[in-house]
C-alpha cells in the first residue's frame, strides 16, 4: 500500500494526518454518487445525481435538495426547529407515517401547510382534528386512570362525552342522539329557545313542554309550570 505520514500503511492507501480537498469525493463507476464541498463550511450529500442531505455552516441539517419538498433540522437560540419546506411558495405538509404488524406503512398525523393538526385522517379541517375517540387520563403518577373520553362515533351515529369518577365508572354521559341547547345560561332538552332555567320537552302532547323555574332561590322546591309551543 501507499502511505502518506506512515511507513507501515495497512491499506491500499493510508494517511495519517489531514488531506485537503477542493470538490467532492465519488463512488468508483457511479458518478451519481458523491459528496463533498460545494461551498466553504457546507458538506452536501449526492445519490443518483441528487442532493440529498446537506449540513450548512450553522450546523443546520437538511434532507433533500431545496428545489424539493425537504426537511430541515436546526435551532434558533434554545429553540429546536424541525421544518418542512421548499423554494418557493408552493404549500408544505409534514406527515407522520408508522409502519404496522406486517409491515403496512400508513400515515398516522399530518401538520397542514395552514398549521391544522389532523390525527387519523388526511382533512384538515378545524386547528385540531382528530379521527376516532380521545381519551384523557391521570398521571402516570396519578394511577394512568380514566378520567374523560369522547367518542365520535360511528357512521349516522351522534358523539358521546364520558366524565369518569374516581373508580373510572363513566358515571356522566352526554350523548348526541338527541338535541339539547344552552342559551344564556337556561337548559333547554329538547327546546330550541328555553326561556326558564330548565325546560324540558315532553310526548304528552305535540309542541308542549314542561318548565322548571329555579329563581327564586329562597324557594325550597322549584316552580313547574306546564306550557305548550316553546
Do not use: C
Amino acid at each position: 500500500g501507499i502511505g502518506t505520514g506512515t511507513a507501515v500503511p495497512s491499506e491500499k492507501l493510508e494517511v495519517t494526518g489531514n488531506v485537503g480537498i477542493n470538490g467532492f469525493i465519488t463512488h468508483n463507476g457511479d458518478s451519481g454518487t458523491f459528496m463533498g464541498w460545494s461551498a466553504n463550511d457546507t458538506n452536501v450529500f449526492y445519490t443518483a445525481g441528487n442532493e440529498r442531505m446537506r449540513i450548512s455552516a450553522n450546523g443546520t441539517v437538511q434532507i433533500g435538495a431545496s428545489s424539493t419538498t425537504n426537511l430541515s433540522l436546526g435551532s434558533s437560540g434554545s429553540d429546536f426547529e424541525l421544518s418542512a419546506k421548499k423554494d418557493g411558495t408552493d404549500a408544505i405538509n409534514m406527515v407522520f407515517k408508522t409502519q404496522a404488524s406486517g409491515g403496512t406503512l400508513a400515515e398516522r398525523m399530518r401538520i397542514s401547510a395552514n398549521g391544522n393538526v389532523t390525527i387519523g385522517n388526511t382533512a384538515s379541517v378545524q386547528p385540531l382534528t382528530v379521527a376516532g375517540a380521545v381519551l384523557f387520563r391521570t398521571t402516570t403518577v396519578d394511577g394512568f386512570e380514566n378520567r374523560f373520553q369522547f367518542l365520535g362515533g360511528g357512521s349516522g351515529d351522534g358523539g358521546s362525552f364520558f366524565v369518569y369518577n374516581e373508580n373510572e365508572a363513566p358515571t356522566i354521559q352526554i350523548k348526541g342522539n338527541g338535541i339539547s341547547y344552552f342559551v344564556g345560561g337556561n337548559v333547554g332538552i329538547g327546546v330550541t329557545s328555553p326561556s326558564y332555567n330548565l325546560s324540558v320537552a315532553t310526548t304528552l302532547s305535540s309542541g308542549s313542554h314542561l318548565n322548571a323555574n329555579f329563581s327564586d332561590l329562597n324557594s325550597p322546591t322549584p316552580t313547574f309550570v306546564g306550557q305548550g309551543g316553546n
